[in-house]
């Protein structure tokens, strides 16, 4: 917010009330009135069927910036996305509509949720990085993400035998962005690599170029490692964040063969993602 004046407006998604919000942002208080939140992650959850918020941001800045009409900007997005199937879309356009007709500019609640605020409290103590304001940090601290010297190459050792400084992103619980989640079938893994290659949270854990679970603390549930798994079927499915894995593994679908989709009804009856 350095470079941002009294008329810069914020968008947010989050799932958080608008107060909530702002008092875990030092940097937005005493401009709630230029702050607007909505649920993009929700929303692309139940239009798109994947936690991708970009769509409905669009639908969000389109409402708040009023530059075009929304109908004509959603003509102009068919356009873009006219290769896509036809289903995907419609969930696209959905989902801007959503983000467009639902973001608001809610007013301050007098109360701060004290489960959010024991949600984020720093398991540093009062001192810790994770407590400072954006304007607290000290310049480079991001660059020290090791404590002392290293005196090996970083790369040919395990996260959990490394020295991580306290700001280290691996001290952070992310695991709460999540709403759907991989299930691994490790009797279908061929150890391939490919969701260790593309994970973009390096959540996928593997020993000796073989996976051996997931990180949970860190992962967002983009989906990117079920979609590289070349598995029949895949040994890497998406299910609701809540789903215990145990019970995901009962729910599997059965070899596609050669030419054919996944028995869609058995998904939908499943809950299968």
Same mark, same amino acid.
């Given at each position: 917010?350095?470079?941002?004046?009294?008329?810069?407006?914020?968008?947010?998604?989050? %799932?958080?009330?608008?107060?909530?919000?702002?008092?875990?942002?030092?940097?937005? %208080?005493?401009?709630?009135?230029?702050? +607007?939140?909505?649920?993009c992650l929700k929303i692309a959850q139940?239009?798109?069927?994947?936690?991708?918020?970009?769509? =409905?941001? &669009?639908? !969000?800045?389109?409402?708040?910036?009023?530059?075009?009409?929304?109908? @004509?900007?959603?003509?102009?997005?068919?356009?873009? &996305? #006219?290769?896509?199937?036809?289903?995907?879309?419609?969930?696209?356009? &959905?989902?801007?509509?959503? !983000? +467009?007709?639902?973001?608001?500019?809610?007013?301050?609640?007098?109360?701060?949720?004290?489960?959010?605020?024991?949600?984020?409290?720093? @398991?540093?103590?009062?001192?810790?990085?994770?407590?400072?304001?954006?304007?607290?940090?000290?310049? *480079?601290?991001?660059?020290? #993400?090791?404590? *002392?010297?290293?005196?090996?190459?970083?790369?040919?050792? %395990? =996260?959990?035998?490394?020295?991580?400084?306290?700001?280290?992103?691996?001290?952070?619980?992310?695991?709460?962005?999540?709403?759907?989640?991989?299930?691994?079938?490790?009797? &279908? $893994?061929?150890?391939?690599?490919?969701?260790?290659?593309?994970?973009?949270?390096?959540?996928?854990? #593997?020993?000796?170029?073989?996976?051996?679970?997931?990180? +949970?603390?860190?992962?967002?549930? $983009?989906?990117?490692?079920?979609?590289?798994?070349?598995?029949?079927?895949?040994?890497?499915?998406?299910? @609701?964040?809540?789903?215990?894995?145990?019970?995901?593994?009962?729910?599997? =679908?059965?070899?596609?063969?050669?030419?054919?989709?996944?028995?869609?009804?058995?998904?939908?009856?499943?809950?299968?993602?």
């Amino acid at each position: 917010t350095e470079d941002c004046t009294e008329k810069t407006k914020y968008i947010i998604t989050s %799932h958080l009330p608008k107060d909530e919000l702002i008092s875990l942002i030092p940097a937005l %208080h005493g401009k709630e009135d230029n702050v +607007y939140v909505v649920d993009c992650l929700k929303i692309a959850q139940e239009t798109i069927g994947r936690p991708i918020p970009n769509t =409905p941001v &669009l639908g !969000a800045f389109m409402k708040i910036s009023q530059v075009h009409p929304i109908d @004509d900007f959603k003509e102009a997005m068919k356009k873009v &996305l #006219s290769k896509l199937p036809e289903k995907i879309v419609d969930a696209n356009m &959905l989902a801007i509509q959503r !983000a +467009y007709d639902e973001v608001q500019q809610e007013q301050l609640m007098a109360h701060k949720s004290e489960v959010v605020e024991k949600l984020y409290k720093s @398991d540093f103590g009062e001192d810790s990085i994770w407590n400072k304001g954006w304007d607290d940090l000290v310049l *480079g601290a991001a660059c020290y #993400s090791f404590e *002392g010297d290293i005196d090996h190459t970083v790369v040919d050792v %395990h =996260p959990e035998d490394r020295a991580n400084a306290e700001t280290n992103s691996i001290n952070k619980y992310v695991g709460d962005w999540r709403v759907v989640k991989p299930v691994w079938n490790v009797d &279908l $893994c061929i150890d391939c690599q490919n969701c260790w290659l593309y994970c973009p949270d390096s959540s996928i854990i #593997s020993r000796e170029k073989e996976m051996v679970g997931i990180d +949970y603390h860190h992962c967002k549930g $983009c989906g990117i490692c079920s979609e590289v798994c070349p598995t029949n079927p895949k040994s890497l499915i998406m299910f @609701d964040e809540n789903t215990k894995n145990e019970d995901a593994l009962t729910q599997w =679908p059965e070899k596609q063969k050669k030419g054919e989709q996944y028995n869609v009804q058995k998904q939908k009856k499943d809950g299968i993602k």
